[in-house]
């Protein structure tokens, strides 16, 4: 029926991409009144920004329960994990033009690391990184319990009954098909930089001096406005006279 495959684009940046990769046989549609899911359990050092992901509604909706806060580091957030759950738009496509695929993206953000030292233990990778590991999302599709009785129900991982119901679908009324990913591997791993604390003060006088200059032009740009506007006020005043 369909097949599914994922990678990490930038996967050593603070600005990852996950894709995922959805491929439709011939003549095997996407079930009528089934729709398609992805479910994102992220860790406290990734995020989803979902300013960013309600301007995608061409490619996905979602629904994300997790801490909310986008700019924190990770030292300054809950420790607890983000779950995202994606309906995904399926591509309008000929079912009988043989095989179809079509991705989706969905933009992550990792959260500033607190700052090593360098007698630390060394890092697990070369350079200033860290490894994290990052979860597949699941993909499955949502049907009503009619669709088909006989086929396996199995309710995805990590989500509640009341998450569920938040997102329209109750255990009741709603039959989960699995979609497995090929090759069959479930996690990802993605590179954070993290930086050394015996940078942080060449950190600290560099952003000073940045905003000090910036401040300084600023206030000579407001200076010389003002002096024009006054001159070319006292000019219009001496013609009108």
Same mark, same amino acid.
């Given at each position: 029926?369909?097949?599914?495959?994922?990678?990490?684009?930038?996967?050593?940046?603070?600005?990852?991409?996950?894709?995922?990769?959805?491929?439709?046989?011939?003549?095997?549609?996407?079930?009528?009144?089934?729709?398609?899911?992805?479910?994102?359990?992220?860790?406290?050092?990734?995020f989803i920004d979902p300013y960013e992901l309600a301007q995608r509604q061409a490619s996905y909706t979602f629904v994300k329960w997790g801490p909310t806060?986008?700019?924190?580091?990770?030292?300054?957030?809950?420790?607890?994990?983000?779950?995202?759950?994606?309906?995904?738009?399926?591509?309008?496509?000929?079912?009988?033009?043989?095989?179809?695929?079509?991705? !989706?993206? *969905?933009?992550?953000? +990792?959260? /500033? $690391?607190?700052?090593? @030292?360098?007698?630390?233990?060394?890092?697990?990778?070369?350079?200033?990184?860290?490894?994290?590991?990052?979860?597949?999302?699941?993909?499955?599709?949502?049907?009503?319990?009619?669709?088909?009785?006989?086929?396996?129900?199995?309710?995805?991982?990590?989500?509640?009954?009341?998450?569920?119901?938040?997102?329209?679908?109750?255990?009741?009324?709603?039959?989960?098909?699995?979609?497995?990913?090929?090759?069959?591997?479930?996690?990802?791993?993605?590179?954070?930089?993290?930086?050394?604390?015996?940078?942080?003060?060449?950190?600290?006088?560099?952003?000073?001096?940045?905003?000090?200059?910036?401040?300084?032009?600023?206030? !000579?740009? *407001?200076?010389?406005? +003002?002096? /024009? $506007?006054?001159?070319? @006020?006292?000019?219009?005043?001496?013609?009108?006279?």
């Amino acid at each position: 029926m369909l097949s599914v495959s994922a990678t990490v684009h930038s996967s050593s940046s603070f600005h990852p991409t996950s894709q995922v990769t959805f491929t439709l046989r011939p003549h095997n549609p996407v079930p009528e009144r089934c729709k398609l899911h992805l479910l994102y359990k992220l860790s406290p050092s990734v995020f989803i920004d979902p300013y960013e992901l309600a301007q995608r509604q061409a490619s996905y909706t979602f629904v994300k329960w997790g801490p909310t806060e986008i700019e924190r580091p990770v030292h300054a957030v809950e420790n607890q994990d983000t779950l995202a759950l994606l309906t995904v738009v399926v591509p309008p496509h000929d079912d009988g033009a043989g095989s179809f695929q079509f991705d !989706v993206d *969905v933009p992550l953000h +990792a959260r /500033y $690391l607190a700052p090593i @030292s360098k007698d630390t233990t060394p890092l697990v990778d070369s350079g200033n990184y860290r490894h994290f590991p990052l979860e597949r999302p699941q993909a499955f599709f949502a049907c009503p319990r009619e669709y088909d009785h006989n086929s396996p129900t199995t309710l995805p991982a990590y989500i509640s009954a009341s998450q569920l119901a938040e997102a329209n679908m109750t255990l009741s009324t709603t039959q989960f098909i699995q979609i497995p990913y090929s090759p069959n591997s479930q996690v990802d791993f993605i590179r954070i930089p993290v930086g050394r604390k015996e940078d942080l003060p060449n950190v600290q006088v560099y952003t000073a001096a940045i905003i000090l200059s910036i401040f300084i032009w600023i206030s !000579v740009s *407001v200076v010389r406005t +003002a002096s /024009y $506007l006054r001159n070319s @006020s006292g000019i219009d005043r001496l013609k009108t006279e």
